[in-house]
C-alpha cells in the first residue's frame, strides 16, 4: 500500500480510480469525487471539504476524519466501508451503499442519511436527521460490544 502523508488535494476527481492508498493527514479541499471509483483505501486524520468524496468505492477505512458539512452525499453505491472515531457533518451520506460498519462516530446533520442501504453495523454513532436510514436493511447496531 502507497504511503501519502499531508497532502493538500484539489481539483475534480483528484485521485480518480486509485488503489492501494494509505491517506494520512491529508486534505480533500474543492473539487467534486475525489477518490471515486477507488478501492482499497485507508484514510487517517483526514478531511473532505466537498462534494462525493467516495463514490462507487471498495474496502475503504476512515478513521479519526470528518467530512465537513459541505461534503454532502458523499458515500454512495460503496461496498465494504469502515468509518471510526470520526464526524460526518454532511447530509445525505451513504445512499445505496452496502456492508457498512460505523464505530465511534458522530453524524450531527444525518438527514436522508442511510437510505437504501444493506448490511449496516452501528457501534456507538449518534445521529440527528430526518428520514435517517430509509429503506435500509439488516442493521445491526451494537449495545455495549454485544450485537
Not at 480510480?17 to 479541499?29: G, I, M, N, P, Q
Not at 478531511?47 to 478513521?63: A, G, Q, R, T
Request: with cysteine; charged share 25%.
Amino acid at each position: 500500500m502507497k504511503l501519502i502523508e499531508q497532502q493538500f488535494f484539489t481539483g475534480e476527481r483528484a485521485l480518480f480510480h486509485s488503489e492501494d492508498l494509505h491517506l494520512v493527514r491529508s486534505t480533500f479541499a474543492d473539487g467534486e469525487s475525489p477518490l471515486k471509483e477507488s478501492r482499497n483505501i485507508d484514510l487517517e486524520q483526514s478531511i473532505f471539504k466537498w462534494k462525493y468524496p467516495l463514490w462507487y468505492c471498495h474496502n475503504i477505512k476512515v478513521d479519526n476524519s470528518i467530512l465537513l458539512e459541505t461534503a454532502r452525499s458523499g458515500i454512495w453505491y460503496t461496498d465494504t466501508i469502515s468509518i471510526t472515531n470520526s464526524t460526518i457533518e454532511a447530509p445525505k451520506t451513504f445512499r445505496r451503499a452496502k456492508n457498512i460498519t460505523l464505530k465511534s462516530v458522530h453524524m450531527p446533520h444525518a438527514s436522508e442519511t442511510l437510505w437504501n442501504c444493506d448490511t449496516i453495523r452501528l457501534d456507538d454513532v449518534t445521529a440527528a436527521g430526518d428520514y435517517f436510514g430509509m429503506n435500509s436493511q439488516n442493521v445491526i447496531q451494537e449495545v455495549f460490544g454485544l450485537a
